[in-house]
Every structure is written in C-alpha cells, then in structure tokens.
C-alpha cells in the first residue's frame, strides 16, 4: 500500500517539470468523504467545474493533456472516449468491476489498467454475511416491527431460521468469495461454490453447473463479477432449483441475476428471501421489492466504509505514481 | 439430546400407572409453533384453560398433583408458588437464564432445576454478530432509506464502518460469549472480555473492570446472565468509557444494562450506536429509540428459530422423562 503523500514531500515522478495530467471521469467521493486532499503531484481535470457537458468537454482542448483516467464503477470508459484522449495510458477504476471499461480497447490502445485490487474484499464480505444473517435471522423485519410498535400490540415476531448448518452456495470463489466462505465457516454454514474453474486447495465442493449448486443449497450468495457471462447467469430457473425455503444474496453486481424473473419469485413466494446489494438499474430499484418484508434492500454500499475508503484512496495515488515513475502497478487488472 | 418421542412409544417412566403432572406455567409456544404435541406420556395442566385467575388456579384441587414445572423465561417461579405446589420435584425452564427462579427456595426445597443448557447458545451468538454487524455496516438503516426511496433522491447513505480490526469487548464468556468471540475472529476483530474470572484456556485479553474493558474497546457485547452481580453492570461510567464512537449489543438481559442512562447517551450522541434484543421493560421499549436511525431493535427473538425451538422440545421432554425415570437431568441448573 503506498503511504500517503505530503510528510516528505511528493516524489519525483521521471524528472518531470510538469506534474502528469489525470482525468477525474466523476467526483472521487472516497477523498472528499475523507476530507482527503488529492495529492499536488498531479494536475486534477475536473469535467464538473466545466460549463461543458461531458461529452464536449473530453473533445476540448481542456481535456487533451489527459495522461491517465480515473474512475468509479459508475462512469464508463468507452473506445470512443479513449479515441478522443490520446495521451492517456493509465486508466484506474476505484470499483472492485471492471465492466464498465473497455478492456479490448485498452489493450489494443497499449493502455494500463489499475483497479481496486483487494481494497474491498473484507467489507463486500462482511456485507454478504450481514444480508444473508438479515435475511435468516429477519433482523431488519423485526426492527421495521418493534420501530411499528408492534411487539406489545401483537406479540412476538414469526420465527426466523438459523445460520448454522445452513447449507450456502458460494457464485464465484475469488477474493470475496473466500473471506465469505470463511466468515461463514464460523458460524457452522457447510459452502460449496460455483466458480469458472474449480480451486484445487479450497475444501468446499465445487459444482460446474450453477443450477445444480442451487439445487443443493439452501442459499446463493453471488460474489462473482459482472461480465458477458456471468449476465443473467442467475436465470429463473437457478431460483427454481433454489426453491421455496431458498435465500439469495448478491453483492456482486444486479444484471448477474434475472432481476425481473427474482422479483416474481419473490413476489410469488416462490422464493423465501433476498438480501441485496446492487441492482439492475441502480438507483432505481423493482417497485414490488419496497413491499416485501422478506428483502434486505441496501444501496449498492458494500464499500462505503472509511477504512476502505482509505485504502482505495492510497491505491488510487500509489497506481498513479508507480505508473509515472516507471515502477510495477500495486494492483494491476490483468486484460482477457 | 432426547430423541423425538412417539416413535417407539413412551418410554416407561418408574412403571407408574398415572402419568406424572406437569404444570404449563404458560403456553408451551416451542411446541404449538412448531405443531409438535405435547408428549402423552405426561397429564399437563394448562391453567389458561380454567376459569380461574393464575393464582387461584394454583391453590386449587387442579393444581395439587404438579410434579414439575414447565416455565420460560417470563413467567416467574416464586417461592410463594412453590408452596402452593408441594408436590413439585423438577423445574424446567426453557429459556437460557434463570433468574425468574427462586432458586434458593429450590435448594431449600429440594426441587430440581433444568434450564436450556446450550440449546440456544448458537442462534444467541450468531444474532449478537447480526446486531454488531447491523449497527457497525447500517444494515438495517440502510433498508429504511432505501423503501423511503431515498436512495434516487437524495444518493449515498452515510459511511459505515468496517468490522475488521474492530476491538469487541465481550462481557460474560461462557457458552454464548465463546460462540461470538470464535465468530467476530473470523472477520478479523481483536476479542477481550470480561467474566466473573479469567478464563485460563483462551487466547483473548481478559479485564476484571468492565470500565476498563469499555475503555479499551470499540464495541461492547453483552452476553451474561443477569443476577444481582450483574444488574445495571453497564452503567453511565462504563457507557462513557466506552466513547463517542463506542457501540453497544446486548444479548443478555435488559437489566444488565442502566437503560435510562444508555438511552439518554444515544440521543446526545455520547455512543455511537446500538444493537439490542432485550429490553428493561419488555415488551416496552423507551420511546426515544423509536427515533433513533443507530440503533437496531429485536423484540427478544434470539432464539426464535425452528431449529433452537425443536431443541428446546428435545431438551423438555428429554429433562422431563429423564427424571422421572430416575436418569441424569439433561441440562441440569446448578444451585449457587
């Protein structure tokens, strides 16, 4: 991790006299809500401050110096944006996907990749094992009906069902999908996993077939990342083989899952409960979900913690100095 | 763990004739919510089928044959019923704690005790990391503002914390504090704790000062039973030493805590937050938490799993059948 910038001054980056130019595709909130200053080592562009549109502005003059892109998970790094950058040759992403950017481009470019590497392993985790807890133990419900004072107008709460010996089904065995399976190996949870390619030193059984995986599991918990074929990987008929009493988690991305064919399900009971995350168009999320009481419904805010934060922040100026002083990135995305 | 019965019939019990009487202090509901019977090789008295008020009905000829008691953790077994009922050998309660019996008017009595044992121990710890886990992450604050829609409104909810690296101070480590502390290392929390002694056979820090623990920590989890040692243990003084930032979970018993001065910390914003199951007057709660988006409430339902539940039948049955068959109680209660 690199160390934060300032106590002895910002290092020289390849002798240059002017600091390289770096393109802030949206506002980085992992700084300002750190109160974090962006390091003076570079020259920040910042596309808001200009009376431009977007668009207009990366045609502008203003944007040409641009020698490397940052961006989150919610702005897209497209080829025509990069036909119009040329000089840049770095881009870093502070999201754990890489959807949004277009690797094929990038590479045939010649351009660098960096992106949040395991700075938010250990929260997207704790995350999925606090919405599958949610759903289980229906923690969120019975607060909605203690905050609704029912608790002394009607009594108890329905029964909720228990972690232990629940058997979970892990989508996409990587680096959050460990610490899942880890964190809920505590509990007494027996995880078996779907994963492109099975893990000669993992313990978990490993099923190629994500159906089969439902159908011997008594939840999902979706870690994997989004992209031409994890897309609606999770159709109707995974949920299916989940069954009535099946629970899914998904802090991976919302199109990895049929969303629309989820909601029925849910809707229809034909699925017991869901603990979500991320969504198919966020921030706008299936009306019907609002209405049920077996959801867990969080905004897309797995990371949102000032120790991630902080660490994507280190990485985000630690890529950009490696990269401008010629030295290996910290968390490199490797193309396809 | 007693088998089901019913299989191979009852078992013989002392080859009585007459079935032995049990008292249902109150509605059995482990066994209607599961639509699991009462054993049949048992007469069980059901006071709320008399005419009769409670008191009434227990110095009546209908109350005279009671053997044993069955009782959970709100219905009181005081001295003056015990001598109302002097046939009574066995107490069997199934809640975890005990102090709703007179458990010295037991011993001078010569009355058995069995109570939960560690029937619960799982679904109590795995609710304590559920409320931590929703008051360190926003969980279920997170799902409010989501329903009120105010994800598309107003954006990102406020930053969470991490739960990694997080010191959690738990105070009574017995069985359910055990099962927490095994569970928050593997999300990488630093355990300390405190307990009527130190415990030789644990890796965790150990403090005799539960201020000194509080101040030590990041969160708190209380776990102990409540006896007159532990009654309004965690007082202003702790709470504070506790800190702004300090959280607290309280899976043991409302009493524990000095509720008043807790409550009056989290609406001044002296604590940070808090996740709790008991309550000093439940099912009442004050009314100041209502208000309040950092705390999350369960109405008590630690244990309201079919799996505790089953458990629990097991455990009643079994302790029952035992004793009058002259055998080892399954969970005996030890007298102070």
Redesign the interface.
């Known amino acids: 991790m690199a160390s934060h910038p300032g106590n002895d001054g910002p290092p020289p980056l390849l002798g240059r006299r002017a600091p390289p130019c770096v393109l802030l595709l949206c506002h980085p909130?992992e700084f300002s809500?750190l109160d974090r200053p962006l390091p003076d080592n570079f020259r920040f562009l910042k596309p808001w401050e200009s009376p431009l549109p977007l668009d207009d502005f990366l045609s502008s003059a203003d944007a040409r110096p641009a020698e490397a892109i940052l961006t989150n998970g919610r702005a897209p790094v497209t080829a025509d944006m990069l036909r119009r950058l040329p000089g840049v040759r770095l881009v870093f992403t502070s999201s754990a996907g890489v959807n949004h950017i277009d690797l094929a481009e990038c590479r045939r470019r010649g351009i660098a990749v960096a992106g949040a590497g395991d700075a938010y392993s250990?929260?997207v985790a704790?995350?999925a094992?606090?919405?599958l807890?949610?759903v289980l133990?229906?923690?969120?419900a019975?607060?909605r009906?203690?905050?609704r004072?029912l608790?002394?107008s009607e009594?108890?709460?329905?029964?909720?069902?228990?972690?232990?010996?629940k058997r979970v089904g892990i989508v996409g065995l990587g680096k959050i999908g460990l610490k899942v399976a880890?964190?809920l190996?505590?509990?007494?949870c027996a995880v078996s996993y779907n994963s492109r390619n099975t893990k000669p030193c993992v313990p978990y059984p490993f099923y190629s077939d994500v159906s089969e995986l439902a159908a011997n599991c008594d939840a999902l918990v979706i870690c994997c990342g989004l992209n031409e074929q994890t897309h609606h990987m999770i159709t109707r008929e995974v949920l299916l083989a989940l069954g009535k009493e099946g629970m899914i988690v998904n802090v991976g991305r919302g199109s990895i899952v049929d969303e629309k064919e989820m909601v029925q399900l849910l809707v229809q009971a034909e699925l017991e409960g869901a603990g979500l995350d991320v969504f198919e168009n966020?921030?706008?999320?299936p009306e019907e979900l609002?209405a049920l009481d077996n959801v867990?419904?969080?905004?897309h805010?797995a990371v949102?913690?000032?120790?991630?934060?902080s660490d994507i922040c280190n990485l985000a100026v630690g890529n950009l100095e490696a990269f401008f002083s010629n030295k290996p990135l910290l968390s490199p995305v490797l193309y396809q």
Chains 1, 2 share one sequence.
């Open positions: 909130i809500l250990e929260d704790d995350l094992v606090g919405l807890m949610d133990r229906k923690v969120s019975s607060d009906h203690v905050r004072g608790w002394s009594g108890e709460v329905a029964l909720s069902s228990k972690l232990g010996g880890k964190r190996e505590a509990f007494g966020e921030p706008d999320i609002l867990v419904l969080s905004p805010s949102f913690t000032p120790e991630s934060f």
